[in-house]
C-alpha cells in the first residue's frame, strides 16, 4: 500500500522560510510523478510543485522563485523549500504521487495524481 507522510509545517512570519518533508513508502518511489499541492479554508485546492521522475521539476506561476522542490530518492522523501513567504501561503500542504504530471498555463492540475497524504499545516503571519 502507498504511503506518503508530511512534516515540517508550522507557524512562521512573513518573509520567513519553511521545508515541509514528505516520506514516501510502500512503493517504487523513483517511478512516480511527485507533487506538492495546498488548500486553504474556503477555497479549492491548487498545485504548487511537482517533480517527475526524472529529476525535472517545475512550479506554479503563484510560487516561482520562492518555493523550490526537490527529492532524495535514496531516502525516499521529497522536499519543498518555501522561502520569502506570504500570508497568501497559509494553507494545509499536502505531498502527492502518480502519473502523467504537468503544468499547464502556468497553473498545476489537481487532476493527476493517484495517492495522497494526509495534509500538515503552514501558517504564515
Known amino acids: 500500500d502507498v504511503q506518503l507522510v508530511e512534516s515540517g509545517g508550522g507557524s512562521v512570519q512573513a518573509g520567513g522560510s519553511l521545508r515541509l518533508s514528505c516520506a514516501a513508502s510502500g512503493y517504487t518511489y523513483r517511478r512516480y510523478c511527485m507533487g506538492w499541492f495546498r488548500q486553504a479554508p474556503g477555497k479549492e485546492r491548487e498545485g504548487v510543485a511537482l517533480?517527475?521522475?526524472?529529476?525535472?521539476?517545475s512550479s506554479a506561476d503563484s510560487v516561482k522563485g520562492r518555493f523550490t522542490i526537490s527529492k532524495d530518492n535514496a531516502k525516499n522523501t521529497l522536499y519543498l523549500l518555501m522561502s520569502s513567504l506570504k500570508p497568501e501561503d497559509s494553507a494545509m500542504y499536502y505531498c502527492a504521487a502518480g502519473w502523467n504530471c504537468a503544468v499547464v498555463a502556468g497553473a498545476i492540475p489537481v487532476t493527476w495524481p493517484t495517492y495522497w497524504g494526509e495534509g500538515t499545516q503552514v501558517t504564515v503571519s
Open positions: 517533480i517527475d521522475s526524472d529529476g525535472s521539476a
